[in-house]
């Protein structure tokens, strides 16, 4: 299957500061990716649907003004997590979407704010 | 909305032998995609199968395969000669296009399987 890669694997910041996480489709164009959030033992939250050249899609209860999404190419997606909290502490999965409406996952990225 | 259930919160199979995943989800939809996901514990997402609504026929891959009732909106998934590594949490997952570049997205719970030796 396709590849999606995610950068940072891991990241440890203060809170107040802000977070960039890269969603990368490898081998593959993706117009569209996912945005998920993990809690600990739950299933994947959507929050945001982001496309190329375009404004992102939050969901709702979402702030887009905290979780600022861009999407600038056809392979690259980023989320930055603004003036980040402890309760932002989760784990952030992308996905991007290929030309069969299939999703293929980036392998996650562990934010823990202190 | 959409929603999704996946009954099951842990099940556990014996390692060769057969187990049935289940999962309904409720939509007024008729075009729409359902997949079952594999999260083992490295936590990568991974498509095990996916089926179109529109298809009659159950999707299969290898030792994995869809019983898929879309009166009934039941979509489960059968895992024959488990093996070790198929232990894993196993998400049912709805989608839908709903417009250019925006689609509808929900995940269940998940059912946490347990293949033991």
């Known amino acids: 299957g396709a590849v999606v890669s995610q950068h940072p694997s891991r990241v440890i910041c203060k809170s107040g500061t802000s977070v960039k996480i890269e969603c990368r489709s490898l081998?593959?164009?993706?117009?569209?990716m996912f945005w998920y959030r993990q809690f600990p033992k739950q299933s994947l939250m959507l929050m945001a649907t982001s496309n190329e050249g375009s404004k992102a899609t939050y969901e709702q209860g979402v702030e887009k003004d905290k979780f600022l999404i861009n999407h600038a190419s056809l392979t690259l997606s980023t989320l930055t997590v603004t003036s980040a909290h402890p309760e932002d502490s989760s784990f952030y999965i992308c996905?991007?979407?290929?030309?069969?409406?299939?999703?293929?996952f980036g392998p996650g990225t562990r934010l823990t704010v202190l | 909305a959409q929603t999704v259930t996946q009954s099951q919160p842990e099940m556990s199979v014996q390692e060769a032998e057969t187990v049935t995943l289940s999962c309904t989800y409720d939509?007024?939809?008729?075009?729409?995609?359902l997949f079952w996901y594999k999260q083992p514990p490295s936590r990568q997402m991974i498509l095990v199968i996916r089926q179109e609504a529109y298809k009659q026929q159950n999707a299969t891959e290898n030792r994995f395969s869809v019983n898929f009732q879309k009166a009934a909106k039941s979509f489960s998934l059968k895992i024959s000669d488990s093996q070790l590594g198929d232990t894993a949490m196993y998400f049912c997952?709805?989608?839908?296009?709903?417009?250019?570049?925006?689609?509808?997205?929900?995940f269940g719970k998940g059912t946490k399987l347990s293949v033991i030796p």
């Open positions: 081998d593959f164009q993706a117009t569209t």
């Open positions: 939509t007024s939809e008729n075009n729409y995609y």
């Open positions: 997952a709805f989608m839908k296009r709903a417009g250019a570049g925006s689609y509808q997205l929900t």
């Open positions: 996905s991007g979407l290929d030309r069969r409406n299939e999703q293929f």
